[in-house]
């Protein structure tokens, strides 16, 4: 098992950016793991927003490509969600999601996924 700790979520103006980083420890090495971030808004689903694998193939939203960035640093177990001129649609609580193995479907379902973060809050004020 890994354990995922996601931060650098907080309060942020319409149009600053936000760095997430989220932070994986556990028996198995960082670098077998495929990776993704994940949000939710209240009484709503919880929507994948990008992913990255093992060889650091990325895939996005639709509706937060271009604005978002994951990245992963496998020697520090460590993968980021850059996240560039933030609005107010972005308010919501923002998960870190791996699993050591890749399933049928879309990386960005939350089926795919075995381990979460706690999750980490990110409000954007116009």
């Known amino acids: 098992p890994v354990k995922l700790v996601e931060s650098g979520g907080g309060s942020v103006q319409a149009g600053g950016s936000l760095r997430l980083s989220c932070e994986g420890s556990?028996?198995?090495?960082?670098?077998?793991?495929?990776l993704a971030w994940f949000r939710q808004v209240p009484g709503k689903e919880r929507e994948g927003i990008a992913s990255i694998d093992p060889w650091s193939n990325t895939d996005y939203a639709d509706s937060v490509e271009g604005s978002f960035t994951i990245s992963r640093d496998n020697r520090k177990s460590m993968v980021y969600l850059q996240i560039s001129n933030l609005k107010p649609e972005d308010t919501a609580m923002y998960y870190c999601?791996?699993?050591?193995?890749?399933?049928?479907?879309?990386?960005?379902?939350?089926?795919?996924?075995?381990?979460w973060g706690q999750g980490t809050q990110v409000t954007v004020s116009s």
């Open positions: 556990g028996d198995y090495s960082f670098t077998i793991y495929y």
């Open positions: 999601a791996a699993t050591s193995h890749r399933s049928d479907g879309s990386p960005l379902s939350s089926t795919m996924y075995n381990y």
